[in-house]
């Protein structure tokens, strides 16, 4: 097939390299892509958020499949054009998007499919976030409304803190201020057709910046798969699949399919697992980043038949997607400054050596090419892929090939996967 995907960072990277190492023959275009995609796919100097411009490439090469990856081009509905051309997409239409587009509407339609959540207040005003904070109490938790790059959640015990991260959002619209939940969280990927619905293999990331969970919040610095905890819990790590499946997925996609804004691409179910049972955190509505990193790595399927399927409403023929046993830790490393203010343009030293580390490969998040030299160009720049026969060998090599890179002012967490109980 010809695959285009959208998007120019790790997830991306991961897709792209999922897809290359089926050695199908598919012929891969990474629209706008970067520095690591470039090995494996065709990179496209086009807009991912502009419909027209990606939709003529697809005319002019004949893309059978696109596959759309960051968030925004979801929002900006370039899933809609291509598909009222006939295309097969693998991502929903703005309706649906809005899921994670809007975390009010997310909510609301929670509550109408019977999905279990947080409480939440959705405050327009500086006064109606004093009075939410107060009705829920510490530790407060604030999020944007709208699209944030996965910083635009606080939690804080700090009151003052809690109210000037809702006035850095209330001018662009509003901000939910929710109850704090606790319990161990748990990312869940789910494709569907519309209809159908098949689950992957569940994640675990780590958003804080720093080791022990502390630190500002970021779009993630790191990600294991497969949860061996979970058997303790629900006997089976399936056992707790099916159990989301039926209780948050599919009444969440039927219940879309309801309002006219059918979800054709891949529900992403933050989760945590409370004494009251498990909630949802939030939905995106596109492959998350860095759990994609893991996940993909232990899919057997195929992925390609996979998007295809959903993109072309034949989800309901594919039987469930298989993954290996194998231990997949991924560690993200950060430029100086991030997530606030990241510094970039800084050498990268050492990605061959890194790469070259036993069980070991590289996704490119924020790179560039300076003078043939290897530089940053964002905040999160590379991420570390190991895996192993078990989480201390995936660990041990994961942090071998970690010590082989340097940036200056660079930073990373020690603790990913740590005291992960093999099984």
Known sequence: MKILVLGSGAREHAIVLALAEEDAGHELYAAPGNVGMATRAELVAIDPVDPAAVA??????????VVIGPEAPLVAGVADTLRTRGVPVFGPGRAAAQLEGSKSFAKRVMDTAGVPTGRSVRAQTRAEVVDALARFGAPHVVKADGLAAGKGVLVTEDHDAALAHADAYLDAGAV?????LTGPEVSLFFLSDGDAVLPLSPAQDYKRASDGDVGPNTGGMGAYSPLPWLRELF?????FVDTVTHDIAEPVIRQLDAEGAPFIGLLYAGLILTEQGIKVIEFNARFGDPETQVVLPRLQTPLSGLLMAAASGRLDHEPRPQFSDDAVVTVVLASEGYPQAPITGRPVVGADAAASVDGVHLVHAATAVRDGDL???GGRVLGIVARGDSFTQARERAYR?????????????RDIAAGVAEG
Not at 176 to 180: D, G, S, T
Not at 235 to 239: N, P, R
């Open 176 to 180: 939910l201020v929710e109850e704090f």
């Open 235 to 239: 006997g089976s790590e399936q056992a």
């Open 56 to 65: 003529d490439f697809v005319a002019d090469t004949a893309v059978d499949l």
């Open 401 to 413: 090939a970690v010590d082989e890179i340097e940036i200056e002012g660079g930073h990373h967490r």
């Open 375 to 377: 530089v940053t160009a």
